[in-house]
């Protein structure tokens, strides 16, 4: 069974850091997309950035400049480095994986971390 487990998430004053971790475990199809997404309070759920396979990047213009999204094969791990950050950003923050399944995608959540930015 597929599983998603976050970690990272707080309580931050603005301008400050954190770095968000995905460990995906479960899978034995080839990941081809692991993104991160977030819900404001009272929101809808946004794509905050996305690596490919190939490691190509995309980023929401608001997080430009600010957060990187990296992946480790080896450890099945998706990270998010947030800096600068804003009380905006609050959000729960979800992982997301699509897997190449022969001809069709499959994709997966993770349960969610709260981050907290205080201004």
């Known amino acids: 069974q597929v599983q998603l487990v976050e970690s990272g998430g707080g309580l931050v004053q603005a301008g400050g850091s954190l770095r968000l971790s995905c460990v995906v475990s479960?899978?034995?199809?080839?990941?081809?997309?692991m993104s991160w997404y977030r819900q404001p309070p009272g929101k809808q759920r946004e794509l905050v950035a996305q690596?490919?396979?190939?490691?190509?990047?995309d980023y929401a213009d608001s997080v430009k400049g600010r957060f990187t999204i990296s992946k480790d094969n080896a450890k099945n791990t998706v990270y998010l480095q947030m800096n600068s950050l804003k009380p905006d950003d609050t959000a729960v923050y979800y992982c997301?994986?699509?897997?190449?399944?022969?001809?069709?995608?499959?994709?997966?959540w993770g349960q969610g971390t709260q981050v907290t930015v205080s201004s």
């Open positions: 997301n994986v699509v897997f190449k399944v022969l001809i069709s995608f499959r994709d997966y």
């Open positions: 479960g899978s034995r199809f080839s990941m081809y997309t």
């Open positions: 690596i490919s396979s190939g490691g190509t990047t």
